[in-house]
């Protein structure tokens, strides 16, 4: 049953406006559907995200969506070139080199959108 449905990851926001700005011109999400009661649905890759205005903000302190990527380093620069600001680490544990923290057999990049969410990219090595 639920494997034959889309699977809408659920984010909200304080301010659309400001949360749609983020997402489509700096991250390049093209937004798919509005419905009616303000949530705004964009699709990557099938699975979909929807934003949805909320007056408090409830954020994560873990990472709320993963975009996979074939070259992390790349994608770095790009979204920093559209003004995404990457968070850089260094624990005894984990640690980011440029940006990029290699994980086994990942490497893997974060950023905060505009309500404190922790977003990451990250490519299969």
Known sequence: MLTSRRTIAMLPVT???????????????????TLPDGKVLYNSGGTLLALFPRESPTKAEH???????????????????????????????????????????????WFKDTEGNVLCIHQTI
Request: with cysteine; glycine share 6%.
């Open 15 to 33: 301010s659309l406006e400001r949360a749609r700005e983020f997402y489509e011109r700096r991250i390049g999400l093209t937004p798919q559907e």
């Open 63 to 109: 990472t709320v969506i993963s975009f996979e990527v074939d070259d992390v380093e790349g994608a770095v620069k790009s979204l920093s070139d559209k003004g995404v600001v990457f968070e850089e680490y260094d624990s005894p544990t984990f640690k980011t080199v440029n940006k990029v923290c290699v994980l086994g057999s990942e490497k893997a990049a």
